[in-house]
């Protein structure tokens, strides 16, 4: 079984539109999060989320929203894509802030 | 000046050397570090946590953390060609917020 897994792992769109990403952990974690890995493969936090609050919001347009409806599900909207969206996003989860992250499959979400 | 560094590489090795990655930081309040490894179009794996001072082994992998000089290395002994990945060095903030920060990577290349 997949410990963090994301849906879907592909998703091409135009430019302008509304989209979802799904995460869900089985692993019983507290914590979850959002990451955004560029063209260069750089990987940066988003956000995080511990027991369905949020505790890390980093200096992201506000197109994106996060939602967390249970521990074991961390959602991610974008409003308006835009072409510098096009990238790959990872949600991670952890049993508390200080443990160790795993990280889900990613997304590769490309602008049109 | 980045907040965690790494030399992008390529380091290639021959199979069978020792693989030597290294790593600074530069929040001096930080206590947690870790190495994911990343193949080519997947996501990051841990590999490696460590919180003290000193070596941390595992199998071929150690793990040198050098707080005072801010800096951390993994070693990789009896390179195989499936190490060859892009090595992400990982530090806890020291913030209340915990968040992860991650490096460029290094990509390690091990040739037969």
Redesign the interface.
């Known amino acids: 079984d997949t410990a963090v897994s994301q849906t879907p792992k592909y998703l091409v769109t135009q430019m302008g539109n509304d989209k979802s990403i799904k995460c869900e952990q089985n692993l019983g974690h507290d914590t979850m999060?959002w990451y955004k890995q560029d063209s260069?493969?750089?990987?940066?936090?988003m956000f995080?989320y511990n027991n369905k609050e949020l505790?890390?919001n980093?200096t992201v347009p506000n197109r994106f929203s996060p939602k967390s409806p249970d521990k074991a599900h961390l959602n991610l909207h974008i409003n308006s894509l835009e072409l510098g969206d096009s990238a790959v996003y990872?949600c991670a989860s952890s049993q508390d802030?200080?443990q160790?992250?795993?990280?889900?499959?990613?997304t590769r979400l490309s602008i049109l | 000046q980045k907040e965690v560094e790494q030399n992008s590489g390529p380091l290639s090795v021959p199979e069978g050397a020792i693989a030597s990655l290294n790593c600074t930081y530069s929040d001096r309040g930080s206590q947690s570090f870790f190495w994911y490894r990343q193949y080519s179009g997947k996501s990051p794996e841990l590999i490696m946590f460590i919180y003290s001072n000193g070596d941390k082994e595992d199998g071929r992998v150690t793990a040198q953390l050098n707080k005072a000089s801010q800096y951390v290395s993994l070693l990789i002994r009896d390179s195989q060609p499936s190490d060859s990945a892009t090595y992400l060095c990982a530090v806890k903030s020291s913030s209340n917020t915990g968040k992860l920060i991650f490096g460029q990577g290094t990509t390690l290349q091990v040739k037969p």
Do not use: A, N, T, V
């Open positions: 999060y260069k493969k750089f990987l940066k936090i995080s505790i890390i980093e990872f802030p200080i160790p992250q795993h990280f889900g499959d990613g």
